[in-house]
């Protein structure tokens, strides 16, 4: 069992928006604003899509975008596109003992 | 261009210790924070730990007891010993650069390490 709970599957069209979730608790996500989130593609490794909660590093769309209310983070895609469809892990940080912990991981499918 | 390349033993016997090594190219691993995480075939991500070029490391206590990783910058490498394995530790592999907190930007491409008789 995951320390962050995440749906196991989420489906949108093309052109739709989709919402990831990410839940924890005050000992992580709730805690501090160290999360992230990653696309795997099957068969290759992670690619961070956002950290800090809502930072989008440098080539990745902005229609990527995360938010945190509370203990839950959240990853939505805006204008889905084919290529969205993957594996999304969320990451937060857990303080200095645990340090990290992540979502079971949600698959996102582009009708 | 940052690469990172993982290397080790495919096949590991049950309560022996799997080895792995990361050769980092294009930066220096005199800098930064390095990590190891994985994963089991068809499961999520399991964070194992990073060490920082100083020596200080942080592990996942889950893993604690079994796990250390090191650095060996003359070959600019980190590394990841896991002793007393068994089935449960079968999984892909992966080494990266830490850029912030719990954010990664560069990658391995990932080993697999199969625990079997």
């Known amino acids: 069992q995951s320390a962050l709970t995440q749906p196991r599957s989420v489906s949108g069209s093309p052109g739709q928006s989709a919402t990831i979730s990410c839940a924890g608790t005050n000992s992580d996500v709730g805690a501090y604003n160290y999360v992230s989130w990653y696309q795997q593609h099957p068969g290759k490794a992670p690619k961070l899509m956002i950290y800090?909660?809502?930072k989008r590093p440098s080539g990745v769309p902005d229609r990527f975008s995360g938010s945190k209310s509370g203990n839950t983070a959240s990853l939505t895609i805006s204008g889905l596109q084919a290529e969205d469809e993957a594996d999304y892990y969320c990451c937060s940080y857990a303080g200095s003992y645990t340090y990290a912990v992540f979502g079971g991981g949600t698959k996102l499918t582009v009708l | 261009q940052v690469q990172l390349q993982e290397s080790g033993p495919g096949l590991v016997r049950p309560s022996e210790t799997l080895s792995l090594t990361c050769a980092v190219s294009?930066?220096?691993?005199?800098?930064?924070?390095w990590i190891w995480i994985r994963q089991p075939p068809g499961k999520g991500l399991e964070w194992i730990g990073y060490?920082?070029?100083?020596?200080?490391?942080n592990y996942n206590p889950s893993l604690k007891s079994r796990v250390t990783i090191s650095l060996d910058t003359s070959k600019n490498q980190l590394s990841l010993k896991l002793t007393s394995v068994t089935a449960a530790d079968t999984a892909v592999y992966y080494c990266?650069?830490?850029?912030?907190?719990?954010?990664?930007?560069?990658w391995g491409q990932g080993t697999l390490a199969t625990v079997s008789s």
């Open positions: 990266a650069r830490l850029m912030t907190t719990v954010a990664t930007d560069y």
């Open positions: 294009g930066a220096s691993i005199s800098s930064y924070y």
């Open positions: 060490i920082y070029y100083s020596g200080s490391t």
């Open positions: 800090d909660v809502n």
